[in-house]
């Protein structure tokens, strides 16, 4: 038998080059799984509650017969998908704590002549390694502004250029306002969107400073691990100062093209910090096609925000830049050029 267990540091290096098969069942996986790992479950939800019920009130070798009465017509598909996915005949494997899903399905994949290694403490153990690695300390620059800065368009222009970057709204499908749904897929859960930091985090140079955007706690529905953004509030953000006027056309690019319902429905959801008046008002810009007016009485709301969040940092961390320019490639050498005063 080609079955071996190993570490969650042994493991995660392992997946550099061999496939990931997650045997737990599919509401787990989706909950929060190792990026790029396969879902191959053993049981399906309803079947893990039938034999997680035997084994509490009958014991061991009962829940056992009960899974090979639900998995096992099915144990040859699984290990179809199993061989479809290994590499060079290798697979990882995991369940929740690396104990029966995963032992059983490494057994039936073995059988098949594959070199099996298995998760010691399974996806339990991995969380764990996750959140202890997001609690540690990074260098870290947070590119700040008010709504329409282009911040994340400056990230990407420093990111080509060699500079380590995180874009943390990509990780959460969220633009991070309102309106930040719009055009996007739907968000992961808010510990995928940790396993998903901590996959990017781990290919970066910890010498070497990293980028980020200046978030809130939450981006739409998912929020950022509680270490990761104290750090964030503790560290150097550089604030780059635009004006409505020179934002605003880059907003008007971004949102003008959605439907009106769409809009309004986004504008609805402040409504009660916008108040009453000012969420009518934008309403019936939208509606009259006058997007640009709706963007200005959102932006009232949203620049005030924004510069009450600011005033929670330490004024001693931050460094204003000023610009009258929309270009990306002249701020993003503005805001490099703060950077490079910064002391580590």
Same mark, same amino acid.
């Given at each position: 038998m080609q079955v071996?267990?190993?570490?969650?540091?042994?493991?995660?290096?392992?997946?550099?080059t061999i496939k990931i098969a997650d045997v737990r069942s599919p509401s787990e996986y989706n909950i929060g799984h190792i990026p790029g790992a396969v879902n191959i479950p053993l049981f399906d939800d309803i079947e893990r509650a039938a034999v997680g019920i035997k084994y509490k009130k009958e014991g061991r070798l009962p829940a056992i017969l009960e899974g090979l009465r639900h998995?096992?017509?099915?144990?040859?598909?699984?290990?179809?998908?199993?061989?479809?996915?290994?590499?060079? =005949?290798?697979?990882?494997?995991?369940?929740?704590?690396?104990?029966?899903?995963?032992?059983?399905?490494?057994?039936?994949?073995?059988?098949? =002549?594959?070199?099996?290694?298995?998760?010691?403490?399974?996806?339990?153990?991995?969380?764990?390694?996750?959140?202890?690695?997001?609690?540690?300390?990074?260098?870290?620059?947070?590119?700040?502004?008010?709504?329409?800065?282009?911040?994340?368009?400056i990230l990407r222009y420093l990111k080509n250029n060699n500079q380590q970057v995180i874009d943390l709204e990509q990780l959460a499908n969220h633009k991070g306002s309102a309106f930040g749904a719009l055009g996007q897929p739907s968000q992961p859960t808010t510990e995928q969107f940790g396993n998903l930091l901590f996959d990017d985090l781990?290919?970066?140079?910890?010498?070497?400073?990293?980028?980020?955007?200046?978030?809130?706690? +939450?981006?739409?529905?998912?929020?950022?691990?509680?270490?990761?953004?104290?750090?964030?509030?503790?560290?150097?953000?550089?604030?780059?100062?635009?004006?409505?006027?020179t934002r605003l056309p880059r907003l008007m690019q971004e949102y003008s093209g959605y439907p009106s319902g769409s809009l309004k429905s986004s504008i609805l959801k402040i409504s009660k910090r916008l108040g009453g008046d000012k969420t009518n008002d934008a309403i019936n810009a939208v509606e009259?096609?006058?997007?640009?007016?709706?963007?200005?009485?959102?932006?009232?709301?949203?620049?005030?925000?924004?510069?009450?969040?600011?005033?929670?940092?330490?004024?001693? +961390?931050?460094?204003?830049? +000023?610009?009258?320019?929309?270009d990306i490639e002249a701020n993003a050498l503005k805001v490099l050029d703060a950077a490079s005063n910064l002391k580590w």
């Open positions: 071996q267990k190993v570490d969650i540091i042994r493991f995660l290096e392992l997946s550099e998995s096992g017509p099915l144990l040859r598909f699984k290990l179809e998908q199993a061989l479809k996915a290994a590499t060079e =005949g290798k697979l990882l494997v995991h369940c929740w704590r690396g104990g029966m899903r995963s032992e059983a399905m490494a057994w039936l994949f073995s059988l098949a =002549g594959l070199e099996v290694h298995v998760l010691d403490g399974g996806y339990k153990s991995y969380r764990r390694y996750v959140l202890e690695y997001l609690s540690e300390k990074n260098k870290m620059i947070v590119l700040g502004g008010m709504t329409g800065s282009s911040k994340t368009h781990k290919k970066l140079n910890k010498d070497l400073p990293l980028w980020v955007e200046d978030e809130s706690r +939450n981006i739409g529905t998912v929020f950022i691990p509680d270490s990761f953004y104290l750090n964030m509030q503790e560290t150097a953000t550089i604030v780059l100062e635009m004006d409505l006027n009259s096609g006058d997007i640009a007016k709706a963007i200005e009485i959102v932006l009232y709301y949203y620049d005030k925000a924004y510069l009450f969040g600011l005033k929670k940092k330490n004024s001693k +961390n931050i460094i204003y830049v +000023n610009t009258d320019t929309d």
